[in-house]
């Protein structure tokens, strides 16, 4: 046996600066590490082989039922497009599963109450050209991973793992000039460079990207209604 889960949740912060996010279990269990820094901030990095990443116990509670997952590991996508909050997209995969009758929540549920930032008048700079017009930016995390089979394990595995990794971005800016950004020339030389974006303006709800060496991996031509546009 094993399960898979998936869900979404908005890219929301805290009511003030240095607290977790409130999805940040589930971006640990994606190979994310936190790092607090109370009043101040939190950086989330991709965790190193020498970090431990936890494994999650994942519920749903609908219809006067529960759920559950657990041993489970998995893959997040950030989605950001213009006009609209982002979100977060996770996957996970668990090593075993199980089904009761159990009532909703009725108390001790608390929800959040700060609003999610609008991707709109958002920072962006790729290869150090801040006047790329983009209308949506993608991240996704690319975990590989793995069901670990145990012959000792109830369900015939003991826990998913994350093998390895090969994250992922995609932007969409308007096609310019060479002389602007040659984008295709960046591609063809294969060039290693700096790739930043930021969303919000309230302490707490504010996200910084920052990503020091991303490389083209495909460029190819597009059109958003018409305009000419490069999907990277």
Not at 41 to 49: E, G, I, Q, R, W
Not at 86 to 112: H, K, T, Y
Request: charged letters at 15%.
């Amino acid at each position: 046996r094993s399960a898979k889960m998936s869900f979404e949740v908005d890219l929301t912060g805290t009511a003030a600066a240095g607290s977790a996010l409130h999805f940040s279990d589930a971006l640990q269990a994606c190979g994310v590490v936190q790092t607090i820094s109370a009043g101040t901030s939190v950086t989330y990095t991709p965790a190193t082989p020498t970090d431990v990443v936890p494994s999650a116990t994942l519920a749903m509670y609908v219809d006067g039922k529960v759920y559950k997952m657990w041993g489970a590991r998995g893959n997040f996508k950030l989605i950001m497009e213009s006009g609209k909050p982002a979100i977060v997209q996770f996957e996970f995969i668990g090593a075993d599963w199980s089904e009761a009758d159990a009532a909703l929540f009725s108390s001790g549920v608390v929800l959040n109450s700060v609003l999610p930032p609008i991707f709109v008048d958002a920072t962006f700079s790729i290869n150090s050209f801040a006047d790329a017009i983009v209308g949506k930016l993608e991240i996704d995390s690319g975990n590989n991973l793995y069901l670990r089979p145990s012959m000792s394990a109830g369900s015939g595995y003991l826990a998913a793992s994350i093998l390895d990794r090969l994250s992922k971005i995609s932007f969409d800016p308007e096609n310019v000039l060479v002389a602007d950004e040659d984008f295709l020339g960046e591609w063809r030389s294969g060039t290693k460079k700096a790739l930043s974006a930021s969303i919000g303006a309230t302490a707490g709800n504010t996200f910084t990207l920052t990503c020091p060496g991303v490389q083209y991996q495909e460029v190819s031509l597009g059109a958003r209604s018409c305009l000419s546009v490069l999907e990277i």
